[in-house]
């Protein structure tokens, strides 16, 4: 089975811009969860989607949004880009026989200069 | 409160065990994980513990859980170079819901 996988592994954007990035999760799982990683916050929960609707959102602003498809695939969306955006996003699913197994992709790396 | 709390660091000898430990807040976690991290790389799933369980074993893992005390620990026998890296504990909230709740992360140096 393959894996979950992010799209692109790397951004350079700059600061005001927005950004999309993609997440396909393990074929199966319907949870699809987005966490972003900083040196200094460590590593925070965005939001997590279920067939297709929003289940769960962490303390982030507005112009962090998501969405997921019929397939499960996910996007996450970051609108008026901060210096304070650059971060490694990763995003996970969530299955497995106990439907608890979550699995997280390689990260997408964003810089905003 | 949601807060999980790790140890920074930790260096051990190769051929030695190590003994990786979390704390964690919220009583109604339902399970909890532990992810090994990598330069680079994203998180790879270690193990997982059901919150009514003891104690889980996993080849070279053991995972040992607390729930009076809400201490979890991971020990890595016969800790080899390869197992160098940060490792993460995390745990899931009830209601079956894809939010975890991470440490900041304890490095694991070992040296040969």
């Known amino acids: 089975k393959a894996g979950v996988t992010q799209t692109p592994r790397y951004l350079i954007k700059t600061r005001g811009q927005q950004v999309t990035l993609s997440c396909s999760p393990i074929s199966g799982h319907r949870s699809v969860s987005w966490y972003q990683q900083t040196p200094g916050q460590g590593l925070q929960f965005l939001f997590e989607y279920f067939s297709e609707t929003q289940r769960n959102k962490g303390n982030f602003p507005g112009r962090f949004s998501g969405r997921q498809f019929s397939n499960s695939r996910s996007e996450m969306n970051v609108s008026t880009l901060e210096l304070g955006d650059s971060a490694l996003y990763l995003c996970?699913?969530?299955?497995?026989?106990?439907?608890?197994?979550?699995?997280f992709g390689p990260g997408t790396r964003l810089t905003v200069t | 409160g949601e807060d999980v709390e790790q140890s920074l660091f930790l260096s051990v000898r190769e051929g030695d065990s190590s003994v990786i430990n979390c704390t964690y807040t919220?009583?109604?976690?339902?399970?909890l994980y532990w992810y090994k991290q990598e330069p680079g790389a994203g998180l790879q799933l270690l193990t997982y513990i059901f919150s009514n369980m003891d104690m889980k074993q996993d080849q070279r893992l053991t995972v040992l859980l607390n729930k009076k005390d809400k201490h979890l620990s991971l020990r890595i026998a016969d800790t080899q170079t390869g197992d160098s890296a940060i490792y993460f504990c995390?745990?899931?909230?009830?209601?079956?819901?894809?939010?975890?709740?991470f440490g900041q992360g304890t490095t694991l140096q070992v040296k040969p």
């Open positions: 919220d009583s109604s976690s339902t399970y």
């Open positions: 996970a699913s969530m299955g497995g026989p106990t439907n608890y197994e979550q699995y």
């Open positions: 995390a745990e899931g909230l009830s209601g079956n819901t894809g939010k975890l709740i």
